[in-house]
């Protein structure tokens, strides 16, 4: 696994702008880089990465299978007690998944270690699926990259195959895709999930979320006033617990992507349930519920609310001592303490690999740079090659 700084394309932003990557750059800091990019070997991404994240994904399904049974995990992931009923349903129905990114901290050599889930609502899709892409295209056909470099990026293409499959068990139904207003990376995001959609053959339509409306007999409408029947939602699900329309899900007849179930491994408390079920397995960090006295045997060690995301309400305990906080609206819901284990360095970058799923399947990568241990939404992005 190598860093190798590369010159970036001359019209690289007037490419962006024309092919919608709005937000290349946010809050006037770089987010897409490719001044440099990082180069694995084959064996790299299959041994170290690709079979990893297939184990991961797999062990996490059976953390689901276990929580959703139980009263006392359902409570530790704090999921609101009106709706385990649901979250159990949707997992006995089997309810379908479209994607899923886990997060991994990897330096090309030893098993990479598993920091978190990103199952509900995972970010950076256009960037990994379409943009370096269409980056390895260019410099290979300007001679800057070699003909026989690849990359690890079956997210687009299988991402519309599952989009048919999903097509076939809602036969006639429209897609609605939903996002907040105001965030135009989110936009970006589900922007491309339903251009794909479209070139999959879906019928589509977007509302934001919040203009979501409900009925006098409890279904949700968009703003035109179609009831939603079928709706991918960039927006997570225990905020939806939590809002005034949860009394309504149950009526509201929606089948959602990403499903229910999806609650509990978008959750940090599925760390500590990891480690106990699949105690010192090599791709798993010691990690454990803050109230458990075996929290207390770890030195250094990361805290982590149960809902944080994009890095927010971080603490890195070296030594007994903060040696990082950052900011950010998680908390209260509670923490969970896993042991800490630093991203590899290059140059001076911390980097962090995500690890796509499509369908349960192993899809491509991503890379993400900062100058900071903690990996946050404003993180630089590059790009990668495989080349043996």
């Not at 989009?163 to 589900?190: I, M, N, Y």
């Not at 939603?228 to 905020?239: D, G, H, Q, V």
């Amino acid at each position: 696994m190598l860093r190798i700084e590369s010159t970036p394309r001359k019209h690289w932003q007037q490419l962006a702008a024309e092919y919608g990557f709005g937000f290349h750059t946010m809050y006037g800091e770089p987010y897409w880089d490719e001044s440099a990019y990082y180069q694995f070997t084959l064996n790299q991404i299959e041994k170290d990465l690709e079979d990893p994240t297939k184990e991961i994904h797999e062990m996490c399904l059976d953390v689901v299978d276990m929580v959703v049974k139980d009263d006392y995990w359902l409570k530790r992931f704090q999921i609101p007690e009106a709706m385990w009923q649901n979250v159990l349903d949707s997992w006995k129905r089997k309810e379908p998944s479209l994607y899923s990114r886990i997060d991994l901290a990897y330096d090309g050599t030893g098993p990479a270690k598993f920091y978190e889930n990103n199952a509900d609502t995972p970010t950076s899709l256009y960037e990994t699926g379409f943009w370096q892409w269409f980056w390895l295209e260019d410099l290979v056909k300007s001679g800057k990259i070699r003909r026989d470099a690849d990359q690890f990026n079956l997210l687009q293409e299988l991402m519309m195959a599952r989009f048919q499959e999903l097509a076939r068990l809602q036969p006639g139904q429209t897609l609605h895709f939903s996002c907040c207003k105001d965030t135009e990376e989110d936009r970006g995001t589900v922007q491309y999930m339903e251009d794909c959609a479209k070139e999959a053959g879906l019928n589509t339509a977007f509302v934001h979320i919040e203009d979501i409306g409900v009925t006098a007999d409890g279904e949700f409408t968009d703003s035109d006033d179609r009831l939603i029947r079928w709706m991918f939602k960039l927006y997570p699900w225990e905020f939806m617990f939590r809002e005034e329309y949860a009394q309504h899900l149950n009526s509201a007849k929606v089948n959602w992507l990403e499903p229910m179930w999806k609650s509990i491994i978008s959750n940090k408390a599925l760390l500590p349930a990891l480690w106990q079920k699949f105690p010192n397995h090599p791709n798993l960090l010691p990690s454990y519920f803050a109230d458990d006295p075996k929290a207390k045997q770890l030195k250094d060690y990361v805290i982590k609310p149960l809902f944080s995301r994009e890095g927010a309400n971080i603490q890195v305990v070296r030594n007994g001592k903060i040696a990082l906080d950052t900011e950010g609206p998680y908390g209260e819901e509670g923490h969970i303490i896993q042991a800490f284990h630093p991203l590899p360095k290059f140059k001076d970058n911390y980097t962090l690999i995500g690890s796509w799923l499509i369908n349960d399947e192993p899809a491509g990568i991503s890379l993400r740079e900062d100058s900071s241990l903690v990996t946050q939404d404003l993180s630089r992005y590059l790009p990668h090659i495989i080349l043996d």
